[in-house]
């Protein structure tokens, strides 16, 4: 007889978090409750359920899910990953200063640099991989340290225990972006971070098919302080977009295996490749922190990046020349996709001292045969 007193697996919490059979049929798959609004009893006297912008069964399911997977008291759903950094912004105020890696997602920098720039919140970007930078960089006004490990697209592995305590001794919140690891992979919650924040759009979602975004959490006041800014500002993802992120989080561990396992081999085959200068990858024994990936993560992700000989043209070149691989945004659907930084996804600093080298190509590595997925890559190089 199986111990009931025993914590449920992960795998286990994916399929169940949250997801209880519906009361009123038995429907064991969680209802798409495509509603805008709920019948009250009374004035004021209701389910908990009255307006969808506030509340929805069906994305009330996928939030108890996420905060199961994260080992967190406490998920928030958005529209977007974008949605859900900008509900954070809004916790600071004028005068406010954040530290943030300075390899991070595009659109994270430029929501900071020139959105909130202009509402008094000044900006650090700072080389993370040694904590003593985030250290100096810290100010008395600094209320947030943004920390994305992986990182996009350069792959830099942080230290979010260090950077978390740096981040509590000046008095700020310690976020990490954890798009490129998943739950699966990585719990930044265990290693002290306040907040966990998701693209559900990439490896939670896992199938190219929604957009969302989740942050996740402990502190109560914390999550009253982002639930306020949720309905308030009206970020919410709807019910069908829910239901899509809650039916991709069940296979997560099984995908994480797989794009974990397939994208090793792909950056051991490229780390052998002549037109290959170098290659940003974990899981390789030659990344400057791959003992703290071992040490911080399950396995190794499915991101790998690699920069080519002969700069940007060369990378658009192969790009282009990709048939599995497809040229796309995006990243961690169960299909390999692949692009060049610089002029896509990290556009928006072009021209900074935080561009991406100019032959750098990201990929995303799917779940396909992998012989077939570097058959691909060996014909795209030429």
């Known amino acids: 007889m199986a111990d009931r007193r025993r914590k449920p697996g992960f795998e286990t919490l994916a399929i169940h978090a949250g997801q209880e059979p519906e009361a009123v049929t038995g429907a064991v798959v969680v209802p798409i409750f495509q509603t805008s609004t709920f019948a009250q009893e009374a004035v004021g006297k209701h389910t908990g359920y009255d307006y969808a912008r506030t509340a929805n069964p069906t994305r009330t399911a996928l939030e108890t899910c996420l905060a199961a997977l994260e080992g967190a008291r406490w998920g928030l759903a958005f529209s977007s990953g974008m949605a859900a950094s900008d509900a954070v912004a809004h916790l600071l105020s004028a005068g406010d200063h954040v530290v943030m890696g300075d390899d991070v997602y595009g659109g994270t920098y430029r929501l900071f ?21 985030a250290q100096r960089a810290m100010r008395k006004k600094t209320k947030l340290v943004w920390i994305e490990t992986p990182s996009n697209p350069l792959l830099k592995v942080l230290d979010i225990a260090a950077l978390a305590e740096i981040a509590h001794k000046g008095g700020a919140l310690a976020l990490v972006d954890n798009t490129f690891a998943s739950p699966y992979l990585q719990q930044p919650l265990k290693l002290g971070a306040d907040i966990a924040l998701h693209s559900t759009t990439k490896y939670i979602g896992g199938h190219s098919d929604v957009v969302g975004g989740a942050l996740v959490g402990n502190e109560p006041e914390l999550r009253s302080r982002l639930a306020f800014v949720q309905n308030a500002a009206g970020g919410v993802p709807g019910p069908l977009d829910a239901w899509l992120v809650l039916r991709g989080a069940k296979t997560l561990a099984l995908r994480m295996e797989r794009h974990s396992a397939n994208a090793q081999a792909v950056a051991i085959w490229l780390h052998e490749h002549p037109k290959v200068l170098r290659v940003n990858y974990p899981g390789l024994a030659s990344h400057p922190h791959h003992d703290l990936a071992r040490r911080q993560m399950r396995e190794f992700g499915g991101m790998v990046s690699f920069e080519l000989r002969g700069g940007e043209a060369a990378a658009k070149r192969m790009a282009a020349r990709t048939e599995i691989f497809t040229l796309g ?54």
């Open 329 to 382: 945004e995006s990243l961690g659907g169960v299909e390999s996709l692949i692009e060049v930084p610089l002029p896509m996804t990290h556009a928006s600093v072009r021209g900074t001292k935080l561009a991406p080298p100019a032959g750098l190509v990201r990929l995303s590595v799917g779940i396909e045969t992998v012989g077939d997925l570097i058959g691909d890559l060996a014909q795209a190089i030429g």
């Open 113 to 133: 640099a020139r959105v909130f720039d202009r509402l008094g919140v000044a900006l650090s970007p700072v080389d993370m991989r040694e904590p003593a930078r």
